[in-house]
């Protein structure tokens, strides 16, 4: 399949739904585009899930840098959309856009992602048009999370669900190409979805958005902390894994492993005149 572009996305709008996948590194975006997902997400999210970290709010560029570059060795077919970690677009419009040119500079990867709505409106437009296309992300922003009231739902009274209408309509206006819709109730998702003229893509936001994303260690069980009543886990992962390496350690102890079949045999006629 050729490799999508930016207007690509618009144009499935109504007549297929997106699947974008996180991934972190080479072995991932390998299993993500031989899966078939229209976009891969190097989301900051690696923080969490792949360095440990107890936010996103410590993810640095040189986190970003490093991941995207493996997932581009990985994906080199897939449109790769990159999180602007926390810290690299708030000091001013000047440093928004020599990071996000950086990124995308030192990665290959296809267009950038920022957290917030009405109050990131300027940068998006900046780096919009410096030619940068631009991936908008409102509802719940895990790297403002602490003032939001942690990781739940947003938008559940009249004020907040009209705030985040007001951010996505914002963020599209301000010339993102498509917006990701966090954690907020599905009827609203639904509203947004029907009137932004870019792609929605979900994450906790109910059916009726232009598609869906999750992240890779979710939907394989890979991530052991815990998991948001969003997430469907279509593999177990982390119990699969740790049972297979407990046999590993079991047979490398007992002397099952290694076995003859993974072991080098040598002529006894050289064995014999070694002295
Ligand atoms: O970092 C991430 O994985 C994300 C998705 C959850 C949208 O931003
Ligand atoms: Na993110």
Same mark, same amino acid.
């Given at each position: 399949m050729p490799k999508y572009t930016v207007p690509d996305f618009a144009a499935l709008r109504g007549k297929q739904k997106i699947v974008m996948l996180t991934a972190y590194d080479y072995a991932g975006a390998v299993m993500a585009e031989a899966a078939g997902v229209d976009l891969i997400l190097v989301g900051d999210s690696l923080g969490m899930v &792949? %360095?440990?970290?107890?936010?996103? &709010?410590? &993810?640095t560029m040189q986190d970003m840098i490093h991941h995207t570059r493996a997932v581009k060795r990985g994906a080199r077919e897939s449109f790769i959309v990159v999180d602007m970690p926390f810290g690299s677009v708030q000091t001013g419009l000047t440093d928004a856009l020599r990071n996000a040119v950086h990124l995308i500079k030192e990665t290959g990867a296809d267009a950038v992602k920022i957290e917030g709505g009405e109050e990131v409106v300027e940068i998006i437009r900046h780096l919009s048009q410096s030619g940068i296309p631009v991936v908008g992300h409102v509802g719940l922003t895990p790297q403002t999370a602490v003032n939001l009231g942690g990781f739940k739902v947003q938008g559940k009274t009249v004020q907040d669900a009209q705030q985040i209408l007001r951010d996505a309509q914002a963020v599209a206006d301000a010339g993102a190409f498509m917006v990701v819709l966090e954690a907020i109730p599905a009827p609203l998702a639904q509203k947004i979805t029907e009137r932004l003229n870019i792609p929605t893509i979900g994450i906790g936001a109910g059916?009726? %958005?232009d598609g869906q994303v999750l992240v890779y260690h979710d939907v394989l069980g890979f991530f052991d902390r815990f998991t948001p009543k969003f997430v469907k886990q279509y593999a177990q992962m982390s119990k699969l894994g740790t049972e297979a390496l407990q046999q590993f350690v079991r047979e490398v102890r007992t002397g099952v492993f290694p076995g003859p079949e993974h072991s080098f045999s040598m002529k006894e006629e050289v064995l014999s005149r070694l002295y």
């Open positions: &792949v %360095l440990g970290y107890e936010s996103t &709010v410590f &993810v059916p009726h %958005l």
